[in-house]
């Protein structure tokens, strides 16, 4: 079975105010200070966190696991270690899109950051904004781009369903997911052409690298890419997500992609051509949409309705998602999930009962840790 794991981003925000707080060396030297105790004490050292291109938010990853439940566990443990970091520090951490508040976020410090500050300028300063990235394993480059190429017109249903940006410098933005609208701004980010081969994959990422525009690999921002570190599959077009559930649920539907179009490629049956013009369409839709409007069907590229998406979508993988024992957990997921919206619907909601942006970022702070929506 193939093994799956999420990295995701949290944003680090007072207690008081909501504000954001440019915190997380802070945050980082509790999570050392604690895996150090724990090391002294005769445990393993070591915690899953890591600093992001701004200071207000941190960054962890779960181990890869195959079993769905089990990576539930994985993340509902690594915000609450996030949360208690936090805390030690004067915080709390929220697993929102974008900040609900203004914010003028400060780079974290590091050359390889430095840099892409220098490179991009104001794209990089205002570039605030956190996501969910699932991993899937992969046995061979060869396959891992066989996956790319054929999941390329799935992957908007996947914004659409993590919706969780819908405030941007304190106002509403009229979009579910803003964060992947100031993400593309990016020269290297968006959907890809289909490959065709490893061969070709890697060529392109050389001809990239060659122009000095990306300082290294792990700037190729595709939607989908291999990852530079591991062998999967990286399918980075999620906002994050505001119940520790979703992720789990987007992982075993990307798992049943990555299986789908493995067998796919194995029984010799190409890859839609859908052109990357038509791609970056429906990723618009679905940031501007969610699970609100109108979206994409990825099958004819025509519009349809956000519940005809996923529906879509899940009978694409439903042969891999019985397979791997997650149909279940995916049917209740998804229902869940139209019912009572993503994460931008939460948002919207808590605004108008809460009356502030500032409670909308604690309340859903709460949320991230295992409060109700």
């Known amino acids: 079975m193939r093994s799956m794991g999420v990295e995701e981003e949290l944003l680090l925000v007072d207690a008081g105010s909501g504000e954001p707080l440019a915190l997380s060396g802070a945050v980082l030297a509790a999570a050392d200070g604690a895996a150090g105790q724990l090391a002294e004490g005769g445990g393993p050292w070591g915690h899953a966190f890591e600093n992001e291109l701004q200071k207000e938010q941190v960054e962890f990853a779960t181990k890869p696991v195959t079993e769905a439940g089990e990576l539930l566990e994985e993340i509902t443990r690594w915000r609450a270690q996030a949360a208690r970091h936090a805390a030690s520090a004067g915080a ?16 974290s410090t590091g050359r390889r950051y430095q840099w892409v500050g220098e490179q991009f300028g104001l794209t990089a300063q205002e570039q605030l904004t956190c996501g969910c990235h699932v991993h899937v394993s992969v046995e061979s480059d060869e396959e891992g781009v066989a996956v790319l190429d054929r999941i390329r017109p799935w992957l908007p249903v996947l914004t659409a369903m993590s919706a969780n940006s819908p405030f941007w410098q304190g106002e509403d933005s009229g979009y579910e997911s803003y964060r992947s609208r100031v993400w593309n701004r990016l020269p290297s980010a968006g959907p890809t052409d289909v490959f065709g081969s490893a061969d070709r994959y890697h060529e392109q990422v050389r001809a990239m690298l060659g122009t000095g525009v990306l300082r290294d690999e792990g700037m190729m921002y595709f939607d989908a890419r291999l990852s530079a570190a591991y062998p999967t599959v990286e399918v980075r077009v999620a906002d994050v997500c505001l119940e520790a559930s979703t992720p ?66 899940c009978s694409h993988v439903c042969e891999a998602l019985v397979d791997h024992g997650d149909e279940h957990r995916v049917r209740e997921g998804i229902a869940r999930l139209l019912e009572h919206g993503n994460g931008a619907r939460v948002q919207r909601g808590l605004l108008r009962t809460q009356g502030t942006l500032g409670a909308v970022a604690t309340r859903c702070a709460e949320i991230t840790v295992g409060g109700s929506a």
Request: hydrophobic letters at 45%; proline letters at 10%; glycine letters at 10%.
């Open 248 to 313: 789990v649920l987007l992982a075993a539907l990307v798992r049943g992609l990555v299986e789908t179009a493995a067998r796919a490629w194995r029984d010799g049956r190409p890859p839609a051509r859908v052109g990357t013009g038509l791609l970056r369409l429906a990723a618009w839709r679905a940031g501007r949409s969610g699970l609100d409007g109108p979206l994409i069907d990825p099958r004819t590229m025509r519009e349809t309705s956000p519940e005809g998406a996923v529906e879509a979508l």
């Open 92 to 107: 709390l951490v929220a697993a929102l899109g974008t900040s609900p508040l203004p914010v003028r976020p400060s780079l």
